[in-house]
């Protein structure tokens, strides 16, 4: 027998107005990819909390997203905003975003300084030899006295002067020294050799490109051109206030270092452009993986929910079919991306607009850390969206989480920034509805999880009232009518183990109690399936429904409910 009863008379809600952002396709989005990520205490903790400087996870309200209005930012944040668009203007001006990379260069890999005045070439070849050829002949000749030698040595300097000053200016003069006296050989041949050489010398240093040459070829003067047109995400750069969203995710990710920023964006731009990915928004990569990845409703502050399910590929054809060899796990590679493009497109990146994604990570019957394939595509694809795809996670948040996470986590959460810890919520498999229930309505949230979201008489717009049955009590809901009409309603006690049951109590006196729904227990064993219960029952008569929840046992229990009438 129950200590308390608790006796609620519902008062229909006004319907709930749709939400704002329009319904996301049912394919997917980024950082979702995360078999092995940073991970919690095993615990069935609801949400577990820091403990000293190993912050696991993080608080309901631990986490503020940041303001998407150029006006919130702080000064310095302002200044590296509009630093980083005038580094964008300037790329886009010299179609550094698409233009190839330039050819190697064919110039010499140092090239020395030349000399201010310049190089002039005097080509004294004839000269030399006729000198070199006397010279032989005087071996043969009785040699001539001193003065002789030096009256023909001081003739030829004369000689060598004039060429030089009638040649050069008197600014540009270079003197030409030649050293033959040493490569002359009896008969003179090598002496003309050696000249040669080294005349040919003179001129291929003279050809050396002067500095001024070397730095108009590598930086020749562009022609007037148009800046460049850019997009990203389906936004132009720089053509309306969204850039300014798009910049500052850039911004965020590189701790606002605006250089870093700048590498960040082309680099994800030349990706984009490699990978094709305006190509791959068309490509039909087929279903089989619609289960894997799904968006579904949206949060309680409106971001869209992307729910992974890893649990699918314990199916061993299906992971067979996605990771048996490099094709098909190229193909998932795709598909992933192809995924987290639709997703983000459908987001709004006008400022204050919802431009970030919540991400649901059901670990329950993951295949776990023996799935050599699936980690290291996993790996691969995270590696990417860390890349091509900043601040785009409003929360993660871990279901189901096995023993085994735990483990991985403490290896790396000292690697990871306390912002990025305090995006992850944890919880354990007995905690995972309660846990989703504080961050997504039970209207948004699938059955499948703890919420009422399902195909059938209800929407999304039909409001879903949550009650908390305490231990040992006992909660009646009344739901009054005042007409005949058809009542429908559905209810669930999130992980049951309760006493249920449903009438139909007539205002009118004399009338008897109707019996809807014999009351009887829904065991907890009905979990693993979440049911909803629902009936509808016809009214002829004022009266109202009653609907019981009895919790016998020594845990809270949280009710969900909700009803609606139809005129007969």
């Known amino acids: 027998m129950t200590d308390q009863e608790v006796v609620i008379t519902h008062v229909p809600l006004p319907d709930k107005p749709t939400n704002h952002l329009p319904p996301l396709p049912e394919p997917p989005v980024k950082d979702s ?12 903790s609801e949400v577990l909390k820091p403990a000293g400087d190993d912050i696991l996870s993080a608080d309901v309200d631990s986490f503020k997203e ?33 233009s190839p990379p330039p050819p190697p260069s064919t110039l010499p890999a140092k090239v020395e300084e030349a000399p201010v005045q310049s190089e002039v070439v005097v080509d004294k070849t004839d000269e030399l030899i006729d000198d070199a050829t006397k010279r032989s002949d005087e071996k043969e000749e009785p040699p001539k006295s001193e003065d002789k030698t030096a009256e023909t040595n001081e003739e030829e300097g004369e000689k060598v002067k004039k060429s030089n000053e009638t040649t050069v200016p008197a600014e540009e003069k270079e003197v030409v020294a030649v050293k033959t ?3 002359v050989d009896d ?23 002067t500095e001024e040459a070397v730095n108009e070829a590598a930086n020749p003067t562009p022609a007037a051109v148009e ?28 701790d606002f270092k605006v250089k870093e920023s700048l590498t960040m964006l082309k680099n994800t731009i030349q990706w984009r452009k490699d990978f094709k990915i305006e190509e791959l928004l068309e490509e039909d990569l087929g279903s089989d993986l ?3 990845a799904f968006m579904h409703g949206s949060d309680k502050e409106g971001h869209p929910v992307c729910y992974n399910v890893y649990g699918e590929f314990q199916s061993r054809e299906l992971y067979q079919k996605t990771f048996s060899d490099e094709e098909k796990r190229e193909k998932f590679l795709r598909w992933r991306i192809q995924f987290l493009e639709k997703s983000i497109r459908k987001l709004d990146f006008n400022p204050g607009g919802i431009c970030t994604i919540v991400q649901v990570n059901d670990l329950k019957n993951s295949p776990g850390l023996g799935k050599w394939e699936l980690r290291q595509t996993t790996k691969h694809a995270l590696q990417i969206f860390q890349d091509n795809y900043p601040e785009f996670v409003a929360k993660q948040v871990f279901i189901n989480v096995p023993w085994w996470y735990l483990a991985v986590n403490r290896m790396i959460s000292p690697f990871l920034t306390h912002r990025t810890k305090s995006k992850f919520v944890f919880a354990g ?12 309505t039970a209207e948004e949230l699938p059955v499948k999880y703890g919420g009422m979201s399902k195909d059938g008489e209800f929407e999304a717009c039909d409001s879903v009232t949550e009650i908390t049955v305490k231990p040992s009590a006992k909660h009646t809901v009344e739901y009054p009518v005042t007409q005949g009409c058809a009542v429908t309603w559905e209810v669930r006690v999130v992980g049951w183990d309760v006493n249920y049951g449903a009438e139909f109590v007539p205002s009118g006196e004399g009338s008897y109690t109707v019996i809807i729904d014999k009351a009887r227990r829904v065991g907890s064993s009905s979990q693993d399936q979440q049911p909803v219960i629902s009936n509808t029952f016809k009214i002829s008569e004022p009266g109202k429904v009653v609907l019981s929840v009895d919790n016998p046992t020594s845990k809270k229990k949280k009710l969900l409910y909700r009803f609606k009438t139809k005129s007969l």
């Open 33 to 44: 990819f995360n078999p092995v990520g940073p991970v919690a205490d095993a615990a069935e």
């Open 187 to 209: 008969d003179g041949a090598k002496t003309v050799e050696a000249i040669e050489e080294t005349i040919v010398a003179v001129v291929v240093s003279a050809a050396t490109p």
């Open 429 to 440: 498999p007995s905690k995972s509805a309660d846990t989703l229930l504080r961050y997504i």
């Open 290 to 292: 619609e289960k894997v």
């Open 227 to 254: 800046p460049e047109e850019v997009s990203i995400w389906g936004i132009p750069l720089l053509a309306d206030e969204r850039t300014d969203v798009i910049l500052l995710k850039f911004l965020r990710a590189r």
């Open 66 to 98: 940041e303001s998407t209005k150029v006006a919130d930012l702080s000064d310095s944040e302002k200044k590296a905003l509009e630093e980083f668009k005038q580094l964008i203007q300037e790329a886009l001006n010299k179609h550094e975003f698409t």
């Open 181 to 183: 006296e040493s490569a």
